[in-house]
């Protein structure tokens, strides 16, 4: 358990890595409204259609290392290894590249290589960051501010709002006005070489393709990579093959063919390569497919107690989990539902998180004076390591409570349209619980290399990240 001390608004392990040395990048956020800058600031319009002024933010890259089974080796504790430092305003999402690449012959010995890192600042460009770590241990933490990005995009009258990778030379970003943009890297880096420049890269596609906010995109890789999923606040879930496409030709109806639509917006969008499907939930917290073959059709494969905020999945192994704004960590095997629809569902939680706020006289220990520190212990198992926290029971400032319970057992779980069926269902209407923010899971990560692949991490909203090797 890691205690980042501020909301934790994206993690992903580094893919491609063989050897027992495993990253972990993170990245966190301060709270609406706690940062002097973000309560000065007042946009004249929407602040998620504007860039964000500048400030101060950073990804922090945590190394673990594995034993020669592939479990987590406990003797090694996670070091914090690198900070990549930056004034582009908070880190909203970012990627790593999935596809592996050859080692350059400039790369110095001493450094490591962790790949290509794409993500989307608050100012509302989409950079790619080439990452790097000392090749041996070190006992400090390396900084590093980085100033200028070697490839940097940033639509006009616009912002990036997600993005995903095409291949290893090209990346897709959606915006906020409905456009969706395809860049090549290397013809920038091209471009930027002749004018001895860093330089706004111009996209090799750039159309609309929804009348309103992209939410979330995504490709079929690696089986169809030319196939792009995207959704947007309009509620529908279009899939567009991108094969003909040029640098004249545009993202046509007739190459997009759209899902039924919803009633809200879908953020959460994956691509389940087992089972060929298209996953995402719905606002009845349900997770539902859409088949690559007939995305006209969706299937239901399960059903959560609160909405998904994250859908984690791994190239390695079929499993999906699934984080809940209502501190939920729920896996699922969509499998053998997406060739067999009459077969038991079946759910596994991994944890659940609560968290709430408590005054000073509410967390006073009994028989304890004024002055007196109450040391709290929490022991977490399955071979984690034990996290000890002191609460100042003097200090006028309240003090937060999380509780965190693990060894629920396998759930069956009905779809239909019975008493059972539904958990949030009172007097014959279905509702929906309103969570505080810091209850939440934020954003979770199966690792993608084989010989650790059940390895995940989870980060919630108050600031802890959870990993655990769930597969030992």
């Known amino acids: 358990m890691l205690n980042l001390g501020e909301k934790v608004q994206h993690i992903e392990w580094a893919p491609n890595l063989e050897g027992s040395r495993q990253f972990l990048a993170v990245t966190t956020s301060p709270l609406m409204g706690s940062e002097p800058e973000e309560q000065k600031f007042a946009a004249p319009y929407a602040p998620a259609f504007a860039p964000r002024p500048p400030s101060k933010s950073s990804i922090q890259i945590w190394e673990f290392r594995a034993t020669p089974q592939g479990r987590i080796d406990t003797v090694f504790a996670p070091f914090l290894r690198k900070i990549i430092c930056s004034e582009w305003g908070d880190v909203k999402t970012f990627k790593w590249c999935p596809m592996p690449r050859k080692a350059s012959p400039e790369q110095p010995p001493e450094r490591m290589s962790l790949g290509i890192l794409a993500g989307i600042w608050a100012d509302g460009a989409l950079r790619v960051l080439d990452v790097f770590v000392q090749e041996k241990d070190i006992d400090e933490t390396e900084y590093e501010l980085v100033k200028f990005a070697a490839f940097t995009a940033q639509p006009p009258n616009t912002i990036c709002t997600c993005l995903t990778w095409l291949s290893s030379t090209s990346i897709i970003a959606g915006c906020a006005n409905g456009c969706i943009g395809v860049w090549h890297i290397p013809s920038s880096l091209t471009a ?98 859409f088949p690559i073959r007939r995305f006209f059709r969706q299937i239901s494969f399960t059903r959560y107690k609160s909405s998904v905020a994250c859908l984690a999945h791994s190239p390695v192994h079929p499993f999906v989990m699934a984080g809940c704004v209502g501190g939920e ?144």
């Open 329 to 472: 960590a729920i896996s699922n095997n969509p499998l053998r539902r997406a060739y067999e629809n009459k077969v038991p569902i079946w759910n596994q939680t991994w944890f659940t998180h609560e968290w709430r706020e408590s005054s000073t006289k509410e967390s006073t220990a009994v028989g304890a004076s004024d002055s007196e520190q109450v040391m709290v212990n929490t022991s977490i198992e399955s071979g984690e390591d034990h996290v000890t926290s002191t609460e100042s029971r003097a200090g006028p400032a309240p003090q937060e409570i999380s509780r965190v319970l693990e060894g629920f057992k396998c759930k069956e779980i009905k779809l239909f349209n019975t008493e059972d069926a539904f958990t949030h269902r009172e007097n014959g209407a279905v509702y929906s619980t309103v969570y505080d923010l810091k209850t939440s899971i934020k954003s979770m990560s199966w690792n993608p290399n084989l010989h650790v692949g059940g390895w995940i991490a989870a980060g919630i909203a108050n600031g802890l990240v959870r990993v655990e090797d769930v597969a030992s």
């Open 192 to 289: 930027s070489a002749k004018t001895q420049r860093t330089s706004n890269a111009e996209p090799v596609i750039f159309t609309p393709l929804s009348p309103t906010y992209i939410l979330n995109v995504t490709t079929c890789y690696p089986s169809r990579p030319n196939i792009m999923i995207s959704s947007s606040m309009s509620g529908h879930i279009q899939m567009t093959d991108l094969t003909e496409m040029t640098s004249k030709a545009t993202m046509t109806p007739a190459a997009t063919v759209r899902a039924s639509r919803s009633r809200v917006g879908r953020s959460v969008l994956v691509w389940h390569e087992f089972a060929q499907v298209v996953l995402t939930v719905d606002d009845n917290f349900t997770l539902i497919a």
